[in-house]
């Protein structure tokens, strides 16, 4: 494929997608990535540069937004803004997470719900891709205040959603309480006890396993591309960023897997222990986040052996395998580098577009294993997709039924990305997750017609 076509091609379509979404640098940095993977592919297929398939998949089907209005714990009348990007339906209802983050705005939710497109694909379960939330931020409400929030925010919300539409769950910011919340106020509304939200509690339609899926699915992933070099977790030392869901999670199961994590982090800053964060001080993390709702650095005092930097990011720490499970552009070129020359030899993204361009060059220009969160996140929505199944089938699948259909899912994510990714004897997974996500949903969006 001629290289100043295909450098024209990206040039022209990304002028296109900043001009027609202003003021959305995530959006556009997550459309570069992909279209880079796939101009050489489209180019070589007319019928996809016709039907302007990536053009309409980078069009949401439909955005709403609209205000939130609750009252406070003073009597003070609060408004916040929400959304729902409903980005494509072309392979299920549309599905994914709600955030709840002061700095939300729509052009984060549009490349949120754009990335869940390609990696609902990437899962092999019918799910369409969308994304939601609010600039409601938790951190120091009281639970009545989350749940008056929560209350109002589906009151309207929930004229968009339902088990064949479009079937929201978390993120960050919302977890099980946000579901719950959220939950009991939508099926007052529509009068049914249907699947529509995902993550519910085990006790209420909830799947086994989807609280930890993010996490296990990630070091799953970060697992196979070890394999391919015929390397594993055990002995290994491992940074992981992020003290929430998707990394307390992760520590668990690296940890099962013979790794030894020396770091987590919170937006404040990050805690070194070299000795490893062990499975009861992972227990004490999980009390310190879910339930006293604190902050990371509260970790040193509890186990001196630590250390608490302030402000920093964890990436200077010396570690085999990196996982930045915290938030988007969390790793820039500077520390891969760094985690490159300190021998990182992996890299696999629990979060949703932690690393740079910067980053992901330093990465792929190394040939060191490199998992984008569009696969490597994958677990979470898939074991999503299990719960749907289960709440349509009525019923519940054991622990141990649903841990052997997401490790078979990472293991044919791993697959797929190996299948459209390899280079010789390297293995581009940014390149394989984005062709492999795009097919399906080209597909059907060819088979479907011009809507
Ligand atoms: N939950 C899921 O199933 C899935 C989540 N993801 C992605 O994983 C990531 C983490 O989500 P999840 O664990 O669910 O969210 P949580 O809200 O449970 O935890 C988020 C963690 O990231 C930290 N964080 C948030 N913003 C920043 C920031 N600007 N700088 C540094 N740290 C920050 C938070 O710290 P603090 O408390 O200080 O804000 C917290 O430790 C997100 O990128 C999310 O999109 C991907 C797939 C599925
Ligand atoms: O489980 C879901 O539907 C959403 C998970 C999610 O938000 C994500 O994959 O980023």
Known sequence: MDSTKVARYIEDFMAMVVARNPNEPEFHQAVHEVVESLAPFILENPALMKNKILERMTEPERLISFRVPWVDDKGEVQINRGYRVQMSSAIGPYKGGLRFHASVNQGILKFLAFEQVLKNSLTSLPMGGGKGGSDFNPKGKSDQEVMRFCQSFVTELYRHVGPDTDVPAGDIGVGGREIGFIYGQYKRL??????????????????????????????????????????????????????????????????????????????????H????????????????????????REYVEKYPEATYYEGKRPWSIKCDIALPCATQNELNGEEAQTLVNNGCICVAEGANMPSTPEAIKVFLDNKILYGPGKAANAGGVATSGLEMSQNSMRMTWTREEVDQKLQSIMKNIHAACVKYGQEGDFVNYVKGANISGFIKVANAMMAQGIV
């Open 190 to 271: 529509v009068n049914a006890y249907t699947g529509t939200f995902t993550g519910k509690g085990p006790e209420w339609g909830g799947s086994p396993l989807r609280p930890e899926a993010t996490g296990y699915g990630t070091t799953y992933f970060a697992a196979e591309m070890l394999k391919t070099r015929g390397d594993s977790f055990k002995g290994k030392t491992v940074c992981i960023s992020g003290s929430g869901n998707v990394a307390q999670y992760a520590v668990e199961k690296v940890t099962q897997m013979g790794g030894i994590v020396v770091t987590l982090s919170d937006s404040s800053g990050f805690i």
């Open 273 to 296: 222990d070299p000795k490893g964060i062990t499975p009861e001080k992972l227990e004490y993390v999980m009390i310190l986040k879910n339930a006293i709702r604190g902050r990371i």
